[in-house]
């Protein structure tokens, strides 16, 4: 019954800039984790609106190849609904970098103010530009000046728990240009160890008049219906919980229907996809980094976990695989979230 109100809420058309989506529940733009072979994995179950890629440097960009790339990758016929994460610490490589990802064709750019994390944060990129909100405006100017496509951007409350200081900088956004707001209401030093406030995300859905996208703590579809009836926001993004469960957009709004085995074909069907895209070593580590938010379905989760990621190869991987569903482990309801790096 969740699911079908959920579904309602979400299969409606929003129109960002000049494109029109039909289905407003999206991947959250991620570091390390929304990479090319976890985007086929979610599209091979469909229901989402758009997808992102994983943090694409600016500065690289303007020269990657995607061939050789391990982020700046994509297939061909996912463009139409992929949105280009980029970082960067200042507008002239941002405005650069988004020139190529529309040169590219991709359907639009995403800009990170909200990655959290030292090494990126160190660089001036991410969530410290948060501390200069001037300098913020001004790579927002800079990217809607440069291109044509949409431009998203996802921010957290700040650096300190002040609601106002994000609705401020949502304000910002949207008059240096941007097109959609992806917001985690929680500020930048926070780890995830209190629950997201999503009363914040209703004050800057109020405080702008483009899309906003909520996110932070999406486990159920109960939880996707919560989130829109008390803050209003026209979209949800859902970040963690799509690397645990690829099929979740499906199961939200197709009315899918997980089977008994779902976990273990998903988790070999995974394996199978990193070979096609990166050579066994690399996929071995993006394997890997999946491994965490995959074993948290498990009621023994943190057990699975260690078997997983002692593996050297991905035909370890793959007897490993076999060898854990033997004996049909436990699975629960809601995630272990203690296992969500």
């Known amino acids: 019954m969740k699911n079908n109100k959920l579904s309602q809420y979400l299969l409606k058309d929003l129109t960002i800039k000049d494109k029109t989506i039909h289905n407003t529940i999206v991947l959250a733009p991620m570091a390390g984790l929304g990479h090319v072979a976890l985007r ?16 694409c440097s600016a500065k690289a960009v303007p020269n990657e190849n995607p061939d050789i790339s391990q982020v700046f990758k994509w297939q061909e016929k996912e463009l139409k609904y992929l949105v280009c994460q980029i970082f960067g610490p200042d507008p002239e490589s941002m405005a650069k970098a988004a020139m190529r990802i529309e040169k590219e064709g991709f359907f639009g750019v995403d800009l990170n103010f909200g990655c959290s994390v030292a090494a990126i944060c160190k660089k001036g ?10 300098l913020s405006s001004k790579i927002v100017t800079a990217v809607r000046e440069s291109v044509s496509i949409p431009v998203f951007v996802k921010f957290r409350t700040g650096w300190d728990n002040n609601p106002w200081f994000a609705v401020d900088m949502a304000k910002r956004f949207e008059d240096a240009g941007a097109d959609a ?39 159920e579809a109960e939880d996707g219906v919560k989130m829109i009836e008390q803050t209003s926001c026209q979209g949800l993004s859902v970040g963690r919980m799509a690397v645990a469960r690829p099929w979740l957009f499906a199961q939200w709004t197709k009315e899918f229907s997980p089977g ?32 965490p938010y995959f074993c948290a379905n498990f009621k023994f989760g943190h057990q699975i976990l260690k078997k997983l990621i002692r593996a050297q190869t991905m035909d370890d991987i793959r007897n490993n695989l076999d060898s854990i569903f033997e004996s049909n482990p436990k699975t629960l309801l809601r995630p272990n979230q203690n296992l969500f790096l």
């Open 125 to 134: 990129c991410g969530a410290a530009l948060l501390k200069s909100p001037d």
């Open 260 to 291: 008994k085995d779902i976990f273990f074909t998903s988790a070999m069907r995974m394996t199978k996809i990193l070979l096609d895209h990166y050579n066994d070593r690399f996929a071995v580590k993006l394997f890997k980094k999946f491994s």
């Open 40 to 55: 086929q994995l979610i599209s091979e179950f469909g229901g989402f609106g758009l997808l992102f890629t994983g943090m």
């Open 181 to 219: 707001l992806t917001f985690h209401p929680r500020v930048a030093p926070d780890r995830r160890n209190r629950p997201p406030q999503w009363d914040i995300i209703k004050l800057v859905r109020q405080a702008v008049n483009i899309p906003v996208f909520g996110n932070g703590n999406l486990f």
